[in-house]
């Protein structure tokens, strides 16, 4: 089973970058799509990004579509979420997030639940 761990998490001005990276051991990272999340506190886990195995393809939640940026290096075991124009409302914890395969419904990726490996988490606050 792959182990995940998130870094680059930190404190930033609204309307600043961030960028969060992921770093995977113990499995074969290219079988894995990879997902970023973030929960903030007293709300529900919420689906930022995905990619699929090779990178070929990505997906994006509408609240961040445009601002954040998915990718992934499969000869490192790493995935990056870069983040820019950051506002208030983006402070949460962000955690990335590992599923085995590749999948053809863009709502599969949206689902916390399919996915089986998860990071312990990094902190991003936005100050106002």
């Known amino acids: 089973q792959v182990q995940l761990v998130e870094s680059g998490g930190g404190l930033v001005q609204a309307g600043g970058s961030l960028r969060l990276s992921c770093a995977a051991s113990?499995?074969?990272?290219?079988?894995?799509?990879m997902g970023w999340f973030r929960q903030a506190p007293g709300k529900e886990r919420e689906f930022l990004a995905a990619?699929?195995?090779?990178?070929?393809?990505?997906y994006y939640a509408d609240s961040v579509k445009g601002r954040f940026t998915i990718s992934r290096d499969n000869a490192k075991n790493t995935g990056d979420l870069q983040m820019n124009s950051l506002n208030a409302d983006d402070t949460a914890v962000y955690y990335c997030a590992a599923i085995y395969g590749d999948y053809s419904l863009d709502s599969y990726y949206r689902a916390p639940a399919r996915y089986y490996s998860w990071g312990q988490g990094t902190q991003v606050t936005v100050s106002s």
């Open positions: 990619i699929r195995r090779s990178g070929n393809k990505t």
């Open positions: 113990g499995g074969t990272f290219s079988t894995y799509s």
